[in-house]
Each structure stands twice: as C-alpha cells, then as structure tokens.
C-alpha cells in the first residue's frame, strides 16, 4: 500500500479510495501528494496528509490485497481490495 500510495502521488495519478468504519465510509477519488509514513513501537502507519483526504492505515494489520483489471470501451481499469 506504501508504495501504490507513493507512486501515485509522485505521478500525479487519480486514485479512488473507499474507506468503512462503523460509522462512516468516507471515499475519496481523485490525486494524492503528501504521503507520511509513521513508526510507533506497536504499529507502522501510512498517512495521507493532504487538505481535501486524510487517511490514517495500520499497514502492519492488512492481511491481503487484490488488484483486479478490467477490459472497457475507456481502456483498461484496475482495482484494488485491501483486507
């Protein structure tokens, strides 16, 4: 996740984001620039710091992730699912 995050903000790239909790799901689509990592002695962070997006995510908790890609008449898009 570290290094999607940190390849799309050095690319400018559009990103869509969906993240849940339960109370909310917040989406975000669009760029994003200010990636911050950050170490605790019981968790490694990544962080999106940007004025319209913050997100907080335990990288040491995710356990997979799926990237899929999808032929359309656009070209192709891809897709992600992190657990």
């Known amino acids: 996740m570290r290094n999607l995050l940190n390849e799309a903000a050095f690319d400018g790239a559009s990103i869509m984001v969906f993240v849940s909790s339960s109370g909310c799901i917040q989406i975000h689509s669009g760029p994003v620039k200010r990636i911050e990592p950050m170490v605790t002695p019981t968790a490694q962070w990544i962080n999106v710091l940007d004025a319209g997006f913050n997100l907080h995510l335990r990288e040491d908790m995710i356990q997979n992730a799926w990237i899929v ?15």
């Open 69 to 83: 890609r999808k032929p359309t008449a656009d070209g192709v898009v891809t897709s992600g699912r992190g657990v």
